[in-house]
């Protein structure tokens, strides 16, 4: 196969001082756009009397944007809000986010930010290796998540055939993976392990299929790499991280050399990353939360949009693989809400499938949090394989309780739960209950 692994080598590989000032020519335009049609936007702007086309000097003075924002908006301008540039009539698309953090918030797009939507995966999928003759399968079911639809669209232009997954059971996923002979695997990461226990349990090693590349998103999982190991394992393939959303779009990818974390798009999205207590910007290398304007949607835009997440954002040294692009060492780290204080001590999700997914018999877990006075506690209930014993079991368990005891300081009791009774997910997984008090 022949790979080099860019969608635009140019302006991939653009001088930082070049993709710079191209970054602000856009942003100009971009904003002039919005602005003059732009009622959300508009509004918000006058509003702290910004009247003027800010400049990058004037950046820190435009206000942030954040999705409870964008939900009151829609609820006061039903169906879909103010936040469009340009008249109703002109929007081909519709999509919602997925809702695990609150209602779902519909996202429309015209045909040209739809086209935006779909560049964004042509350099996700070559940046992994997909080719022309490429096979991908979607394991997505037809719906208004965003994640099955710009891919499936981006496949055919790069000359792949596109296997929908969409009104399959998981066991006829695998059974069609085989029969078509996929050579490209897009899912969430908890779903990749999903589909693989699924085959194991019918007799199936799914490693012996063609999948070579799997492309993930929706979790932090995929740049984890105690999970990135266990999918490339029992698959037989290589696992990419990729990173977006609804309301943003598809911004960030891992490289073929998987060295520096997960590339940022900078072509399309301005990136910042400030202190979430502060909203100070933070020094790069330090933890903080990830800000995104995006270049590419005029239509559905969204400026110095609070995402959340948790990222530590690189400084603008090259990567080796010739990307000027910063990027998010490690991928998303976290998100910011998701962080639990259990007896004084901040834990978060990512830290502990960093280590549970360091052992191989346990197939699946979900964490319940409650009250024990003023303090939270955490009980981790998980699935282990259910051809060994109860001994070996129970050795298992003691073995990870053991281990987050040392390496995050902080007893958390752990618990059998019996095989597949725990919740498997296609989309998001929602790993962590929290118990109303009783």
Same mark, same amino acid.
């Given at each position: 196969m022949n790979h080099n692994f860019f969608y635009d080598r140019e302006l991939e590989t653009l001088k930082r001082d070049?993709?710079?000032?191209r970054q602000q020519e856009r942003l100009r335009h971009f904003l002039r756009t919005v602005l003059e049609n732009n009622v959300f936007y508009k509004n918000k702007f006058e509003q702290i009397g910004l009247r003027d086309?800010?400049?990058f000097k004037d950046w820190e003075h435009v206000p942030f944007t954040t999705k409870s924002e964008l939900v009151r908006d829609v609820e006061a301008h039903p169906p879909y809000g103010s936040n469009l540039t340009f008249p109703l009539d002109q929007y081909i698309r519709l999509h919602q986010t997925s809702g695990t953090t609150g209602r779902p918030l519909p996202v429309l797009d015209t045909q040209e930010s739809w086209n935006g939507w779909k560049k964004c995966w042509g350099y996700i999928f070559r940046a992994a290796g997909v080719v022309p003759g490429?096979?991908?399968f979607l394991a997505f079911s037809f719906g208004p998540f965003i994640g099955f639809w710009p891919p499936f669209e981006m496949a055919q232009e790069l000359g792949c055939r596109v296997l929908s997954g969409g009104g399959q059971s998981s066991l006829q996923r695998i059974n069609f993976i085989f029969e078509h002979q996929a050579t490209v695997l897009v899912c969430t990461p908890s779903y990749a392990l999903h589909l693989a226990e699924v085959a194991q349990l019918h007799g199936i090693n799914p490693a012996s299929s063609q999948i070579r590349i799997t492309i993930h998103a929706g979790?932090?999982?995929? &740049?984890i790499p105690a999970t990135k190991k266990r999918i490339e394992t029992l698959w037989g393939a290589k696992c990419?991280?990729?990173i977006g959303a609804s309301e943003i779009g598809a911004y960030g990818f891992e490289c073929h050399l998987q060295t520096g974390g997960v590339h940022v798009n900078e072509i399309d999205f301005l990136v910042e990353s400030v202190n979430p207590a502060t909203l100070k910007p933070v020094t790069p290398g330090e933890i903080g939360e990830l800000i995104i304007t995006s270049l590419n949607r005029c239509a559905y835009p969204v400026i110095r949009y609070r995402t959340g997440d948790l990222v530590r954002l690189s400084d603008t040294s090259p990567c080796a693989c010739g990307r000027t692009f910063r990027r998010l060492m490690g991928g998303i780290l976290s998100r910011a809400d998701d962080m639990m204080t259990i007896r004084g001590v901040?834990?978060?999700p990512s830290s502990l499938e960093a280590i549970l997914r360091e052992f191989q018999e346990i197939?699946?877990?979900e964490g319940q949090v409650s009250k024990d006075? &003023?303090?939270?506690?955490l009980l981790m209930k998980i699935e282990v394989d259910g051809s060994l014993q109860h001994s070996e079991r129970e050795r298992v368990r003691l073995r990870l309780q053991e281990a987050m005891r040392m390496r995050l300081g902080l007893r958390i009791d752990v618990e059998l739960a019996a095989h597949g009774s725990l919740p498997r997910y296609e989309l998001k997984a929602r790993r962590y209950k929290r118990q109303a008090p009783q």
């Open positions: 070049q993709l710079e000032i086309l800010p400049d490429d096979r991908i979790e932090p999982g995929a &740049s990419y991280d990729h901040n834990v978060y197939v699946e877990f006075g &003023s303090m939270d506690q």
